[in-house]
């Protein structure tokens, strides 16, 4: 089952920081992130495994809590280069199969 | 190191027609991932291949197939084309079994069907 992402879009300016959530309405097994910016392919951010880990990359940092079945982004002191559609994907079971939300569009301006 | 790589970058099919798309994953990478990105849906995961054998399918009817070749290259079939399989078709490598190896995307093959 497809998770639901929120919100679908945010607007910020330089400097600013911004939260995505990404929830399932079924328990987790591991929850990716991938940004795609416009007319290229998705780039892997990082995967985060249940046990409620938090992990970084440079200042985009997320956690999972597998009790509620959700996952956050989160964007600190946005840079123009962070503008892009965030997904996420989660898998349900040890089944490697991801199933992804409908994606979180962010846009930073100067 | 060469990326992902797929083709054709762009394909026009007219409904009822059959379609076939090219991955070739990083060399190395033994698992070949393939997802349909139809425009306000995000990502849907249509296939999962393995050392050459599927392993997993997403809700996708039959017509979807496809195959991995022994050199891990893989192969999407769409069947029967209609005019909602018109999407971008995305095909993604990994190191192995496992989701705990991050997913290397290529560029997608725009499909249009009339």
């Known amino acids: 089952q497809q998770p639901v992402q929120s919100p679908q879009a945010v607007i910020l300016r330089e400097g600013e920081d911004a939260v995505i959530n990404c929830s399932s309405s079924k328990a987790l097994y591991s929850v990716h992130w991938y940004r795609q910016k416009h007319g290229e392919a998705p780039v892997f951010l990082m995967i985060l495994l249940k046990g409620g880990e938090q992990k970084g990359h440079d200042k985009i940092s997320a956690s999972f809590n597998e009790k509620k079945q959700q996952s956050s982004l989160y964007l600190t002191a946005s840079q123009l280069s962070y503008s892009g559609t965030y997904f996420c994907?989660?898998?349900?079971?040890?089944?490697?199969?991801?199933?992804f939300g409908a994606g979180t569009t962010v846009t930073v301006r100067a | 190191e060469a990326g992902v790589t797929q083709s054709p970058t762009h394909l026009i099919k007219t409904r009822g027609q059959q379609a076939t798309l090219r991955c070739s994953p990083i060399s190395g990478h033994t698992s070949v991932y393939w997802y349909q990105q139809a425009l306000g849906l995000g990502l849907q995961f249509l296939l999962w291949?393995?050392?050459?054998?599927?392993?997993n399918r997403g809700n996708f009817p039959p017509r979807f197939s496809g195959r991995q070749f022994p050199n891990y290259s893989s192969e999407l079939n769409v069947n029967a084309l209609e005019l909602e399989d018109s999407a971008l078709y995305l095909c993604?490598?990994?190191?192995?079994?496992?989701?705990?190896?991050?997913?290397?995307f290529g560029p997608g093959t725009r499909l249009t069907v009339l």
């Open positions: 291949y393995d050392e050459g054998e599927e392993r």
């Open positions: 994907g989660t898998e349900g079971g040890n089944d490697y199969k991801l199933s």
């Open positions: 993604a490598s990994s190191l192995g079994q496992g989701n705990y190896n991050e997913q290397f």
